[in-house]
T-cell receptor, first 114, second 119 residues
Framework: GDSVTQMEGPVTLSEEAFLTINCTYT??????LFWYVQYPGEGLQLLLK?????DKGSNKGFEATYRKETTSFHLEKGSVQVSDSAVYFC?????????????FGKGTLLTVNP | DAMVIQNPRYQVTQFGKPVTLSCSQT?????MYWYQQKSSQAPKLLFH???????NEADTPDNFQSRRPNTSFCFLDIRSPGLGDAAMYLC??????????????????FGDGTRLSIL
């Protein structure tokens, strides 16, 4: 079945450091890929998405590129801020039909220190 | 702003005492979801509604039920909460993707959750 393997945390960085959180997936077909962010005590928020191979999703300085050849969707940010401290989830959308189920990775806790 | 609202934010109930969590949305989305999220874990889908069609996940315990009386509201009922049901419960919505999109492309919009404690 579909699965997402996400870099284990926690990840601790200093402010302005470069961030990479690795995400790879296994799926049939060509699913959409998502990154969600969860700040403490809140629900998940969509950070970015990509719907086909070589698409780059970007938002708030974060980027991720849908790489079909390596089945990856790594999250990057050039310069993190303290306010980026949160849990990040990589997720796989259904490949088609009427199935709406997202497949989540286990989440990566990011802490950014001043 | 259009949004997904969950009430209450914190709910305490007694072991075995039925409890209902509520979710409302102003996004007019066809699809509504309920997730259970335990500490340091990913959200786990319990069930979802496509309009009034209920879709239960195979591993969702019978103790969990849901109602969707109209497009805007959805309720999660836990008939006899056990200690293992203590968790954050998240409601989410999405478009159906039929109006110019693909179901799998539609992002889900989450509420801030209800944290359920069992005494």
């Amino acid at each position: 079945g579909d699965s997402v393997t996400q870099m284990e945390g926690p990840v601790t960085l200093s402010e302005e450091a470069f961030l990479t959180i690795n995400c790879t997936y296994t799926a049939t077909g060509y699913p959409s890929l998502f990154w969600y962010v969860q700040y403490p005590g809140e629900g998940l928020q969509l950070l970015l998405k990509a719907t086909k191979a070589d698409d780059k999703g970007s938002n708030k300085g974060f980027e991720a590129t849908y790489r079909k050849e390596t089945t990856s969707f790594h999250l990057e940010k050039g310069s993190v801020q303290v306010s980026d401290s949160a849990v990040y989830f990589c997720a796989l959308g259904p490949a088609g039909g009427s199935n709406y189920k997202l497949t989540f990775g286990k989440g990566t806790l990011l802490t950014v220190n001043p | 702003d259009a949004m997904v609202i969950q009430n209450p934010r914190y709910q305490v109930t007694q072991f075995g005492k039925p409890v209902t969590l509520s979710c409302s949305q102003t996004l007019n989305h066809n699809v509504m979801y309920w997730y259970q999220q335990k500490s340091s874990q990913a959200p786990k889908l319990l069930f979802h509604y496509y309009d009034k069609d209920f879709n239960n996940e195979a591993d969702t315990p019978d103790n969990f039920q849901s109602r969707r009386p109209n497009t805007s509201f959805c309720f999660l009922d836990i008939r006899s909460p056990g200690l293992g049901d203590a968790a954050m419960y998240l409601c989410a919505t999405s478009r159906d993707g039929l109006t110019g999109g693909v179901p799998g492309d539609q992002p889900q919009h989450f509420g801030d959750g209800t944290r359920l404690s069992i005494l």
